[in-house]
């Protein structure tokens, strides 16, 4: 039916030759079929509004996040199909697409539901919609691209750590700690005699006055940690054989460790030299520690969206090392998460401590020489992790 | 749910018929492919009665209709009991010799049972009295007719999706023989251009039909029978009802390609696809009907026609406008003038404004309007059909004719091209602009246009009290109380208050009220609003008061400045 123009011209022919009133009232209703036709589906199709509605636009790794694909069609024409077609991400739906066909009536409302599923961490744009549609007869087909920028970010996993114990050089805080050294006069234990030598501050007057013999208060042992975490996603720091999956698992360790200390309400920070595919500017990602749970949740949506990059121009992490630690308070803990070694990785934490930092380093590439880099780092008194697998994170459990 | 899920089985075919429509496949297609050849038999019968006026073939009409919607029916009935020649064979023969009978008894049933019985008795000597001329023309007609039925019919069950084509998934036992056996699909692009040429060769044969009928082919006989007149019904539903089968055919094919895919399609869709064909036929012959088919005057008369009458509307709004302009102009030269008193009296004689319909004067216009008007419509779309033609014949070969984009006529056409987007850009500028104001207008959340004019009653409660106050801010300050950037609500309230010591509650009320509207989230309702009001009605009048009092004031200190420097 597409070529209804030879056919629409012979008729007409025939009909002003023979002036036959019919045969002009044929030769209307095809000229008036493959003109309407046209011109409806094209401003039928170019009038539709689409609307794409997610439950949320967060999810956490493994989750199903329901999505409503809501299509209005506001004029007065009806559409007598339309085929939509959504694409996807690999990582959040197979197959990679949905589709579904169906028509509108003037004023109508079709909705196409479908369900996400978060496999994997990553920030995620959804479509692009495409919509095709076309008339009863053949004579014309259209599509149209709906522009809908919609997001969903998938958060990394989470691996409980209640074991977790970073150095810390903060006496008051709110972690109870083993050193005695460190006692938080704001965390009073209970009271005891008064012993030649203790200090006079540290008479408890009410209860001295109530049994009628100095009492002195007993602290409890705190120390406050501001931990933070350097998170190395330059691949070519890591060996050929886990560029692809000892990234991953640096980011899991990261979002574990920065979840547990915000659970503790410490002060998280994080800095890594990833892409961050929304960042304006390049460089380094830094995020200043806070405490929060709002913190927690950017973390996790950095952690979310960061890709690990192979690009010539990427942040050494001895760099990255030396850069984000500049505005950091004296006494912070570095959490440093990398591949392998890296023969100027010892001397920069040797640098760092000098600065007033504490450090603990995980490594995270099975092909990394563990222990030599163990010896090493903790004749610097740097505690050193090997996570190689998620069962590796056992050792915080 | 997928798509699988939402196709159900059609119990007579044994294939699938997506959304549900099933009642599309066993009697839409079925009753509307019976129709569009019924309308071929109308044609027929009524030529051949225009040449043989004794032969009576009105019966032959429903008949053609049964015929062909029992052959349709039957087609589909074999084709679900499988591919066996000799039952294919033997069904259809006996399908035949029940037509035949049923057809010569029909022609009886005029003639009487009587005329049946003697005719019986004679058939045994003389075989002429059976095959008589009616008989035989029917039968061939009928027989044709009921071949093209099945014809349509069995290309018709080529477009429908059969379930040895569904790719299955990788895990089925027959997945690599669907996905790598040769053949195993159908061009069904072709199976729609048989229908398509079926369609158009029996418009063609309807056309050659009608045609012959309303000409004299009888004046060769003896008589000459009353030639039709007016519309040719048939002929309109035939190429109606063909359309709608044709947007059947398109419809199987897409419903294929989808159902290939395993794309999920709507329940709905095959029931509105059929109602919407129908519905979109009707409407254009609708249109079709309304225009016009002949014209009284020819195409240079119907364009100096259209000049004239363009000439005469520019001319009827211009002289309006002049007129217009001239009234207002007299209107002011009499008011200046009327202080020098007789220049009142002198009024010039009213005007003679043009009328915008035509008069009786020459050519084509001593025609009735409403035929001129249906001639200049018919070389329009004369015209416009011409145009579009060779719009695309110009566009589908554009790379065929190099020298074209560079001479003469590619730079009229590119001056032409620009001079189209020039004007679409320009609607659209303005259908834009048109659409945001109207849409300012409704929505009463935007910030109001300074220039013009408010509806208080379009107002809510909160956006009312913010207008009393900023009006009391632009009152206040014509007369000299000007709100300081720095100054809070209160401070300014405070200020205006030790100023205007009459307006001190008045201005607590109203500050009070302001604050509340512009911060607070709680729901302020209509009777809050009455009572700010009040409250800003006396303000304004204090306010105006004053102002008059202070240009009188200035007006007065001008004249005393005026006097002593005089």
Not at chain 1, 36 to 60: H, K, N, T, Y
Not at chain 1, 229 to 256: C, D, H, K, W
Not at chain 2, 19 to 44: D, I, S, Y
Request: with cysteine; aromatic share 10%; proline share 6%.
């Amino acid at each position: 039916m597409a070529n209804l123009l030879p056919f629409i011209i012979a008729l007409f022919a025939l009909a002003a030759f023979l002036r036959l009133d019919f045969l002009l009232y044929i030769l209307y209703v095809f000229f008036g079929l493959y003109l309407l036709s046209r011109w409806w589906v094209r401003r039928a199709i170019g009038q539709l509004r689409f609307q794409r509605v997610l439950s949320a636009e967060r999810a956490f790794l493994g989750e199903r996040v329901p999505v409503e694909l809501k299509v209005w069609n506001p004029g007065f024409l009806p559409l007598p199909w339309i085929h939509l077609r959504e694409n996807l991400p690999i990582d959040l739906h197979v197959p990679t697409s949905v589709h579904r066909v169906f028509s509108l009536l003037p004023r109508e409302r079709e909705t196409m539901r479908y369900e996400l599923h978060g496999w994997r961490r990553g920030y995620y744009t959804l479509g692009p919609l495409s919509c095709r549609g076309g008339d009863l007869f053949g004579v014309v087909e259209v599509t149209r691209q709906g522009k809908m920028d919609d997001h969903l970010i998938v958060y990394p996993k989470i691996v409980p750590l209640p074991s977790l114990q970073l150095p810390s050089l903060f006496p008051f805080g709110t972690l109870p700690s083993q050193q005695r050294l460190f006692e938080d006069p704001t965390r009073v234990m209970g009271v005891r005699d008064y012993q030649p030598g203790d200090s006079p501050r540290r008479i408890d007057w009410k209860t001295s006055a109530t049994l009628g013999q100095l009492q002195v208060r007993r602290y409890q042992p705190a120390i406050s940690i501001e931990a933070f975490i350097m998170l190395n996603l330059n691949t070519n720091e890591y060996s050929q054989r886990g560029r692809f999956v000892a990234p991953e698992l640096a980011i899991t360790v990261t979002a574990s460790v920065a979840s547990q200390l915000i659970e503790q309400r410490q002060a998280v920070g994080l800095a890594t030299n990833g892409v961050d595919p929304l960042a304006v500017s390049s460089g380094h990602l830094t995020l200043r520690p806070h405490k929060g749970r709002g913190h927690l949740m950017s973390c996790l949506e950095l952690l979310a969206r960061i890709k690990a990059t192979d690009a010539a121009e990427a942040l050494p992490f001895t760099a990255l090392l030396q850069q984000a630690t500049l505005g950091l308070s004296w006494g912070s803990t570095l959490v440093v998460v990398t591949g392998k070694e890296d023969e100027a990785l010892i001397p920069t934490l040797v640098h760092l401590q000098r600065q007033g930092f504490l450090a603990m380093l995980v490594l995270v590439d099975r092909d990394a020489q563990f222990d030599r880099t163990k010896a090493q780092a903790e004749q610097i008194g740097v505690p050193t992790y090997r996570i190689v697998d998620e069962r590796d994170l056992d050792v915080w459990k | 749910m997928s798509g699988n899920d939402r196709l159900t089985q059609n119990p007579e075919t044994g294939l699938t018929a997506v959304g549900g429509a099933t009642w599309v496949e066993n009697w839409f297609r079925p009753t509307v492919t019976a129709a569009m050849l019924t309308c071929l038999v109308v044609a027929f019968v009524g030529l051949v009665s225009r040449i043989m006026p004794s032969w009576h073939g009105a019966h032959y009409v429903a008949f053609a209709f049964l015929v062909s919607w029992a052959g349709i029916q039957a087609e589909r009935l074999l084709r679900r009991r499988g591919p066996d020649y000799l039952d294919r064979f033997r069904y259809r023969a006996v399908e035949v010799v029940v037509i035949l009978v049923l057809l010569k008894l029909m022609g009886y049933v005029t003639l009487g049972w009587d005329t049946l019985w003697a005719d019986i008795r004679r058939w045994g000597t003389d075989a002429t009295i059976f095959l008589d001329e009616g008989f035989v023309m029917g039968g061939v007609s009928i027989l044709c007719l009921w071949a093209a039925a099945i014809a349509i019919t069995k290309n018709l069950y080529l477009l429908e999706v059969h379930p040895s084509e569904i790719p299955s998934g990788p895990g089925s036992p027959n997945y690599s023989r669907l996905t790598f056996a040769p053949g195993q699909r159908i061009d069904r692009q072709a199976v729609l251009h048989d229908i398509a040429r079926l369609y158009f060769w029996g418009g063609a044969a309807l056309l050659v039909f009608t045609g012959l009928a309303r000409f004299d082919i009888p004046i060769l006989y003896r008589y000459t029978p009353p030639p039709l007149s007016g519309l040719v019904f048939n002929v309109m539903i035939y190429f109606a009802l063909g359309l709608a089968l044709i947007s059947q055919a398109h419809f199987s094919i897409l419903q294929v390609s989808w159902r290939i895919r395993h794309i999920d399609v709507s329940p709905r869709l095959g029931t509105r696809w059929a109602w919407l064909a129908l519905s979109f036929v009707a409407l254009i012959m609708a249109l079709a009907l309304i225009l016009p088919t002949g014209y009284s005057v020819g195409l240079p008369q119907a364009i100096a026609f259209m000049t004239m009458a363009m000439m005469r509307v520019i001319s009827f709004v211009g002289t309006w406008l002049f007129y217009l302009i001239a009234l207002l102009l007299g209107a002011l030269v009499n008011a200046l003038g009327s202080r020098e008193g007789p220049m009142a009296s002198r009024r010039p004689p009213p005007a003679q404004l043009p009328s915008l319909l035509p008069g009786n004067q020459g050519g084509a216009s001593t025609l009735p309007l409403l035929e001129l008007f249906k001639s200049v419509l018919f070389w329009g779309i004369f015209l416009a059909i011409v145009g579009y033609s060779v719009y695309h014949f110009l566009r589908e070969r554009r790379g065929l004719l190099p020298g074209l984009e560079s001479g003469l006529l590619g730079r009229l056409i590119a001056w032409l091209h620009t001079l189209w987007q020039g004007t679409q850009s320009w609607s659209t500028r303005a259908r834009k602009a048109i659409s945001s104001r109207l849409s300012r207008r409704s929505d009463p959340g935007k910030p109001v246009d300074r220039w013009r004019l408010i509806r208080l009653s379009q107002l809510s409660p909160r956006q009312q009290v913010r207008y009393f106050y900023l009006s009391l801010l632009r009152r206040a300050a014509r007369i000299g109380h000007i709100r300081e950037p720095q100054q809070t609500p209160y401070e300014y309230g405070q200020a205006l208050a030790e100023c205007l010591p009459e307006l001190a509650s008045e201005m607590t009320t109203l500050t009070q009220a302001f604050v509340e509207a512009r911060y607070s989230q709680r729901i302020q309702d209509e009777q809050e609003a009455d009572a700010v009001k009040k409250v800003w009605r006396r303000v304004r009048a204090t306010l105006t008061r004053k102002k008059h009092t202070a240009q009188g004031e200035t007006t007065a200190q001008l004249r005393r400045d005026g006097r002593a420097g005089a």
